[in-house]
């Protein structure tokens, strides 16, 4: 069975910085991606980075320039790097790996997110 754990949240400063990590753990043979999506009270989950195992990247208009995601896939692990934090940067972000294989076949997962509050 395939887990998916993020950690990393918490309560950051405008203009802090806080860096997320999300591990998937399983009998996973690849990851095809794997991103960081965003949810707000009242918003929609909207994506705001993602990595392909060839370390391809996108990212959300609002953070370019700001995250950086990054990718061990040795360890099925991914980063986000978040600097110059906004209040609006404030969600539940939640990690998803795309195209996961195992003996079981390919499907995707989600965690169960973790909390960023940016206050001063």
């Known amino acids: 069975q395939v887990q998916v754990v993020e950690s990393g949240g918490g309560l950051v400063q405008p203009g802090g910085s806080l860096r997320l990590s999300c591990a998937a753990s399983?009998?996973?043979?690849?990851?095809?991606?794997m991103g960081w999506y965003r949810q707000a009270p009242g918003n929609q989950r909207e994506l705001v980075a993602s990595?392909?195992?060839?370390?391809?990247?996108n990212y959300a208009d609002s953070v370019k320039g700001r995250f950086a995601i990054s990718r061990d896939n040795n360890k099925n692990t991914v980063y986000l790097q978040m600097n110059s934090l906004k209040p609006e940067d404030a969600a539940v972000y939640y990690c998803?790996?795309?195209?996961?294989?195992?003996?079981?076949?390919?499907?995707?997962?989600w965690g169960r997110g973790t909390q960023v509050t940016v206050s001063s």
């Open positions: 998803k790996a795309d195209g996961v294989l195992t003996m079981s076949g390919t499907n995707n997962y």
């Open positions: 990595i392909t195992s060839g370390g391809d990247t």
């Open positions: 399983g009998s996973i043979f690849g990851i095809a991606a």
